[in-house]
């Protein structure tokens, strides 16, 4: 079966780093996206990862390994506005996104 | 219009009755999704279209139908809705559906909340 496991909350202090983890098994692999979804909203395209390494973007960057079937979202200098639930989706070998439960990030003053 | 639109925004409706959910994108986007979001679950795929006069069935497709008769439009009908189909809905385009590239993000449209009582 397909699998996408990250946890299901975490708390941060605003101005602190927050990494948030992927871990999957999918048929196939086509490339990791990350989302971020505040409540009451739609998902909104944060990342893409299609090779092993580091995208940085701002104060976000995402992290992929394949060889591991694992990805972290790694979120900087935090502020109130990141409060959200952050999706982490893989496209399989139908290049159909397969998601995960989504994190809800709470951000604490 | 502006990115892709949804209709009703939410709607309550009597278990056994049809409904149509509306979903209207204007960036020329070739495939379209719905998806439904329920809380502790990850969002599930009902069906898609890759292009226009083509659809497909997703990962939870029953009690659903869909037709794509032109690029803009992918509305979602519920025969004979029951409590189940209570949820989120989400419709999402994207330009390229058979490529993994970073321009075949997913746009979503707002969302519709469905309850049936």
């Known amino acids: ?109 | 219009i502006a990115g892709i639109t949804q209709a009703p925004t939410s709607q309550i409706l009597a278990a056994g009755r049809r409904m149509t959910l509306r979903c209207t994108q204007d960036m020329r986007h070739n495939a379209m999704y719905w998806y439904r979001q329920d809380l502790g679950l990850g969002l599930r795929l009902i069906h898609y279209s890759n292009t226009a006069g083509t659809t497909g069935k997703g990962e939870v497709p029953d009690g659903y139908s869909v037709s794509r008769a032109n690029t803009d439009d992918f509305p979602l009908t519920l025969a004979s809705a029951v409590p189940s189909q209570t949820s989120v809905y989400f419709c999402a385009s994207s330009g390229s559906p058979l490529l993994a590239d970073s321009y075949n993000e997913q746009f979503f449209g707002p969302g519709t909340r469905l309850t049936v009582l």
């Not at chain 1, 992929?64 to 200098?77: A, F, I, P």
Request: hydrophobic share 35%; proline share 3%.
């Open chain 1, 1 to 109: 079966g397909q699998n996408i496991d990250q946890p299901t909350e975490m708390t941060a202090t605003e101005g602190a780093i927050v990494q948030i983890n992927c871990t999957y098994q999918t048929s196939g692999f086509n490339g990791l996206f990350w989302y971020q979804q505040h409540a009451g909203e739609a998902p909104t395209f944060l990342s893409y990862n299609v090779l092993d390494g580091l995208e940085e973007k701002g104060r976000f960057s995402s992290f992929l390994s394949r060889s591991k079937g694992y990805s972290y979202l790694l979120l900087k200098e935090l502020q109130m506005k990141d409060s959200a639930s952050y999706l982490c989706a893989v496209m399989d070998s139908n290049y159909q996104l397969i998601w995960g439960a989504g994190t809800k990030l709470i951000i604490k003053p």
